[in-house]
């Protein structure tokens, strides 16, 4: 009965430092990518930070490219610079 305890303890222990170690490990990666994926340092400071890393420009035969937001049903959407005015 005791092992079973200890066994358990030790598990819980392993389980909750692997998850702190990995969340220490991605810390860095989320700061990085916070900079560069920076949509104000862009010049695009009416869209949300991120915003612009989640995007996928498609082309429909004949057409300009598109933002692509989902697949099924095909939704696209206009690129911010199209509404600039020069």
Do not use: C, D
């Amino acid at each position: 009965m005791k092992e079973s305890v200890n066994s358990g303890l030790r598990r819980k222990l392993l389980v909750g430092a692997a998850g702190a170690g990995s969340l220490a490990a991605l810390r860095p990666l989320t700061i990085l990518a916070a900079e560069a994926g920076s949509s104000v340092a862009l010049g695009f400071a009416e869209i949300p930070a991120g915003a612009l890393a989640e995007q996928h420009l498609y082309a429909l035969p004949g057409k300009v490219p598109l933002i692509k937001k989902t697949y099924r049903p095909p939704n696209f959407e206009t690129p911010i610079e199209y509404f600039r005015t020069p």
